[in-house]
């Protein structure tokens, strides 16, 4: 049983590898390995935008990403400077920065990227998407 | 420790992918992991001198290439093959690198723990 750390880098929309990314942790966990985290960086960081509202009909990636967090204690972590630069916000970020309105909210948490390298440290392998 | 070799596909200011590479590639070697760098394709066209990517609204994030030594990331290879391509030589770069095959590539990253492609 392997463990493996995650790297998203394409948004929830337009673009496959974000929708393979999740696909494959959950298959990952389903067939036992571990997962130790997801994280977002360059345009990853648009999964966790709270305000991604896709049609009733369609695949909600940021919901699946919450969950997988429910189900499975995966952390969700971002590239907080990646965020910033697209206008990815936490409650924090939006009150540092004087904004009124923030778009991130838990359980996605804002990291650096020293949290990407510490993950590569740890698991046996990374996967990036 | 891991072995972490950081590879560079694309031209450098008309996406943000070679930015946010060499950004994780200088934190990863402050994290004390040992990191190398390949240049390859349109990537290679980061190494380039006399850029002024400020005149294109792009930061000039290509001027921490001089600070790969102080970070202790001492292995930069360019590809052979896209140096033809793109008709470059060793003087058009603007910081040491070594140039290699695509054999010799091949076995760099047979060697390397992770490689992560920007």
Same mark, same amino acid.
């Given at each position: 049983?392997?463990?493996? *750390?995650? +790297?998203?880098?394409?948004?929830?929309?337009?673009?496959?590898?974000?929708?393979?990314?999740?696909?494959?942790?959950?298959?990952? *966990?389903?067939?036992?390995?571990?997962?130790?985290?997801?994280?977002?960086?360059?345009?990853?960081?648009?999964?966790?935008?709270?305000?991604?509202?896709?049609?009733?009909?369609?695949?909600?990636?940021?919901?699946?990403?919450?969950?997988?967090?429910?189900?499975?204690?995966?952390?969700?972590?971002?590239?907080?400077?990646?965020?910033?630069?697209?206008?990815?916000?936490?409650?924090?970020?939006?009150?540092?920065?004087?904004?009124?309105?923030?778009?991130?909210?838990?359980?996605?948490?804002?990291?650096?990227?020293?949290?990407?390298?510490?993950?590569?440290?740890?698991?046996?392998?990374?996967?990036?998407? | 420790?891991?072995?972490?070799?950081?590879?560079?596909? +694309?031209?450098?200011?008309?996406?943000?992918?070679?930015?946010?590479?060499?950004?994780?590639?200088?934190?990863?070697?402050?994290?004390?992991?040992?990191?190398?760098?390949?240049?390859?394709?349109?990537?290679?066209?980061?190494?380039? +001198?006399?850029?002024?990517?400020?005149?294109?609204?792009?930061?000039?994030? *290509?001027?921490?290439?001089?600070?790969?030594?102080?970070?202790?990331?001492?292995?930069?290879?360019?590809?052979?093959?896209?140096?033809?391509?793109?008709?470059?030589?060793?003087?058009?770069?603007?910081?040491?690198?070594?140039?290699?095959?695509?054999?010799?590539?091949?076995?760099?990253?047979?060697?390397?723990?992770?490689? *992560?492609?920007?």
């Amino acid at each position: 049983m392997s463990k493996f *750390i995650i +790297q998203v880098n394409s948004a929830a929309y337009g673009c496959a590898s974000s929708y393979s990314a999740y696909r494959f942790a959950k298959a990952a *966990i389903e067939n036992g390995h571990s997962i130790e985290k997801v994280f977002f960086y360059q345009d990853g960081v648009l999964n966790t935008n709270h305000l991604n509202s896709p049609a009733s009909d369609e695949f909600d990636l940021k919901q699946a990403w919450i969950d997988l967090h429910q189900r499975h204690g995966v952390a969700l972590v971002n590239c907080v400077s990646a965020a910033l630069r697209r206008g990815v916000l936490s409650e924090s970020d939006a009150k540092e920065n004087q904004y009124s309105h923030w778009n991130m909210q838990p359980p996605f948490i804002m990291g650096g990227l020293g949290e990407l390298v510490i993950g590569i440290e740890t698991a046996d392998r990374l996967v990036s998407f | 420790m891991k072995k972490l070799c950081i590879i560079f596909r +694309q031209a450098p200011h008309g996406t943000a992918h070679g930015r946010e590479g060499l950004d994780l590639s200088l934190l990863s070697a402050s994290f004390e992991q040992e990191v190398s760098l390949i240049f390859t394709d349109e990537g290679l066209l980061t190494l380039l +001198q006399d850029q002024d990517p400020e005149s294109v609204g792009a930061k000039d994030y *290509i001027a921490t290439l001089g600070a790969l030594p102080l970070y202790d990331i001492e292995t930069v290879l360019v590809c052979q093959d896209s140096m033809l391509e793109l008709g470059l030589q060793q003087t058009d770069f603007r910081i040491d690198v070594e140039q290699r095959s695509a054999e010799e590539i091949s076995s760099h990253l047979a060697n390397a723990d992770e490689v *992560i492609v920007f």
